[in-house]
């Protein structure tokens, strides 16, 4: 039998996963400072997830106001949105099968100390005011906060081929 004949016949990535998600991650001012953004983008693409948009961005008031607005009055949005603006952040778009989930359990709890070690804040941060990441929290939020950060062409469909292992 040749080698080609043992190979499975690869569909196309939407075939082969009938549930594929996207979801909004950011790398946050700070984790972009301290020089994380290679290590935090490492952890996403090694666990399987696909990145199908990635920009380097300085967000002013009127866009972190955006992104933030379901927490628009609570006694820390003014500080957030500082925070948010204090330099450039990361945006990525990840695609993957259970998407939302499974980035929110990577980055870990919004209070580093109660984040799991293994956890993106469990091992870089310290503070909720300086967390590191946001992640979408549910399909509805992807839905609201993906077009905020990138249009349709910025995100690019493809099929990396080490998914087919996934
Ligand atoms: P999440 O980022 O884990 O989804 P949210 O509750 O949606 O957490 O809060 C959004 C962001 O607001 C947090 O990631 C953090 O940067 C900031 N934040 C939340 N709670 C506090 C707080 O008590 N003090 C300061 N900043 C906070
Ligand atoms: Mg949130």
Do not use: W
């Not at 820390?76 to 990840?94: E, H, K, N, R, W």
């Not at 109660?114 to 549910?138: K, L, W």
């Amino acid at each position: 039998m040749s080698a080609t004949q043992t190979q499975p016949i690869i569909k196309a990535r939407e075939q082969r996963f009938n549930a594929l998600q996207r979801t909004l991650v950011l790398i946050k001012p700070d984790a972009v400072q301290r020089g994380l953004v290679g290590q935090i983008i490492s952890r996403f693409e090694a666990r399987g997830l696909s990145l199908v948009g990635v920009k380097l961005m300085q967000l002013d008031a009127q866009l972190a106001g955006k992104l933030y607005e379901p927490h628009f009055g609570r006694p820390f949005y003014d500080g957030l949105v500082s925070y948010m603006t204090s330099g450039p952040i990361v945006a990525m778009c990840l695609e993957g099968v259970d998407t939302i989930t499974v980035a929110r359990k990577m980055m870990g709890a919004t209070k580093p100390a109660e984040a799991e070690p293994g956890t993106i804040r469990g091992d870089f941060a310290q503070r909720v005011d300086f967390n590191i990441v946001h992640g979408s929290d549910s399909p509805e939020s992807a839905a609201r906060e993906l077009p905020i950060f990138f249009s349709q062409e910025e995100m690019v469909n493809h099929d990396p081929s080490y998914t087919y292992f996934l």
